[in-house]
């Protein structure tokens, strides 16, 4: 049997997990944009027309744990391959204190490499090995899987994923009455909720209705996470995890 064989079938059950967000929770992914229902409201308070967003879409509440699941299983994935490499080098299976300090690290500072007990129970070669996997060995703005993987697993472990707006794609209004207007646009608020006002328009109100005398649509992307594209880090840690069994199989092979 091969050693790697239980972090293939680690990464296969994360991709099997990736396949189930990406298949059936489509209009909730990251970077796809949606038309947002609007409201337009009188505000004679203030003297404008109030646009607010009047509902948001319903997702499957399931996404956030099949989400987490392909998370998990990157990460175990790394783990494993983390204990192969414990054990070829111990000559046996860690100890149960041995065992709590074998993980695979992710550091995005060279400073900090090899100064953790992660290095403590793996041979020099194979920490050198993984050394080019790490974000800090990313140059020139490049993506680093890894440092991605990292911040999804550390977010999953303490709350679950819940799909946000992220930003603003495109908003079009256009005045229909014989009345002149004046605009505010907002910028987002973080997360966007029903009843955010995302826009206001200045004008006599006397004898108006705001939904005939202004049209308008909103459009504005999905996320996940503000912070960064989830979708985009499973699909690099995929194929940054299989690069790296494939060249793990290399290492075994020749390790005998």
Not at 26 to 41: H, T, Y
Not at 88 to 111: A, C, M, T, V, Y
Not at 197 to 211: K, Q, S, T, Y
Request: charged share 25%; net charge negative; aromatic share 12%.
């Amino acid at each position: 049997m091969s050693v790697t064989m239980e972090a293939w079938g680690k990464l296969s059950r994360a991709r099997y997990h990736e396949s189930e967000v990406r298949s059936y929770f489509d209009g909730f992914l990251d970077g796809d944009i949606l038309d947002i229902p609007i409201r337009k409201m009188a505000d004679y308070n203030r003297g404008c027309i109030s646009v607010t967003i009047k509902s948001l879409p319903i997702f499957n509440p399931a996404l956030p744990l099949i989400l987490g699941d392909a998370i998990h299983n990157y990460r175990c994935c790394l783990d494993y391959i983390w204990w192969q490499f414990a054990i070829s080098h111990l000559g046996r299976h860690p100890s149960k204190s041995e065992e709590r300090r074998i993980q695979f690290p992710i550091l995005d500072d060279l400073n900090k490499w090899g100064s953790t007990d992660h290095f403590k129970y793996v041979s020099l070669g194979d920490v050198e090995f993984i050394k080019k996997f790490q974000p800090f060995s990313c140059v020139g703005g490049s993506y680093s899987a890894f440092e991605g993987l990292n911040a999804a697993s550390n977010h999953d472990k303490h709350r679950s994923f819940y799909p946000v707006i992220a930003k603003a794609g495109v908003a079009n209004y256009r005045n229909l009455s014989d009345r002149p207007m004046s605009a505010d646009v907002f910028d987002l608020p973080e997360p966007i909720v029903v009843g955010s006002e995302i826009a206001r328009f200045n004008v006599d109100l006397n004898g108006m209705d705001p939904e005939s005398a202004l049209a308008g649509s909103f459009r504005a992307y999905l996320s996940v996470q503000n912070d960064w594209n989830i979708l985009e880090i499973l699909s690099a840690t995929s194929s940054q995890c299989q690069l790296l069994l494939e060249e793990a199989d290399q290492i075994f092979l020749r390790k005998g």
